[in-house]
């Protein structure tokens, strides 16, 4: 069966580090991922998509890698600040529609 | 636009009621989600929409739960009758077709059930 797996531990790491988190998934060729933000008590914010013929995306801090042959992406905030505190979610998908979840990193970024 | 936007926010209630979530996603979205989530379990997909038919239910987890999607601008997730382990955040979710630019997530319904 179909199988995602993200850092089940969170990530603690200093303010003005790098974050990098893992998401590998098997039983699976998706055609794009999706990463997303949830903070307490809010739902899931979309904030970057990659497709499986892209090798890796950017936007602001963020920067997403997407390597099919390892069945991995990473996601990485560069530069990261307190506010970048929440629980980041990855989404490999396919082209029915059909959005299946991680379980979540928490990552907490302290001053 | 207002985002999708659910109700109620907040539901408790007696094991063996129903209850009705309401869901309405963005105008012009053609896809519609529902999703639940616990500590335990994450975030599952129950059941999802595309142009108000449903398509996937295979998370639904009981014939207890059913879902409809009357027009475009509306849902609803019905659990007939509640038990305590329903209990859990449900969310509701809407995309375009394409799905470039992700899934909106509406603020969820937190739902007890005693």
């Given amino acids: ?111 | 636009d207002a985002g999708v936007i659910q109700s109620p926010r907040h539901e408790v209630t007696e094991m063996g009621q129903e209850v009705t979530l309401r869901c309405k996603p963005i105008s012009g979205h053609d896809y519609l989600f529902w999703y639940r989530q616990t500590m335990m379990r994450g975030l599952e997909l129950l059941i999802y929409f595309n142009n108000n038919v449903p398509i996937d239910d295979s998370g639904m987890p009981e014939d207890r739960f059913s879902a409809k999607m009357p027009n475009a601008s509306f849902s609803t997730l019905k659990i007939q009758p509640s038990e305590p382990r329903d209990s859990a955040v449900y969310f509701c979710a809407s995309s375009l077709a394409d799905r470039l630019y992700g899934y909106t997530f509406g603020s969820g319904t937190r739902l007890t059930v005693v």
Avoid at chain 1, 13 to 27: D, P
Avoid at chain 1, 68 to 80: D, N, V, Y
Avoid at chain 1, 86 to 110: D, E, H, M, R
């Fill in chain 1, 1 to 111: 069966s179909q199988k995602i797996e993200q850092n089940s531990e969170a990530l603690n790491i200093q303010e003005g580090k790098t974050a990098t988190l893992t998401c590998n998934y098997t039983n699976y060729s998706p055609a794009y991922l999706q990463w997303y933000r949830q903070d307490p008590g809010r739902g899931p914010v979309f904030l970057l998509l990659i497709r499986e013929n892209e090798k890796e995306k950017r936007k602001e801090r963020l920067k997403v890698t997407f390597d099919t042959t390892l069945k991995q992406s990473l996601f990485h905030i560069t530069a990261s600040q307190p506010a970048d505190s929440a629980t980041y979610l990855c989404a490999p998908s396919g082209n029915t529609g059909k959005l299946i979840f991680g379980q979540g990193t928490t990552l907490q970024v302290k001053p």
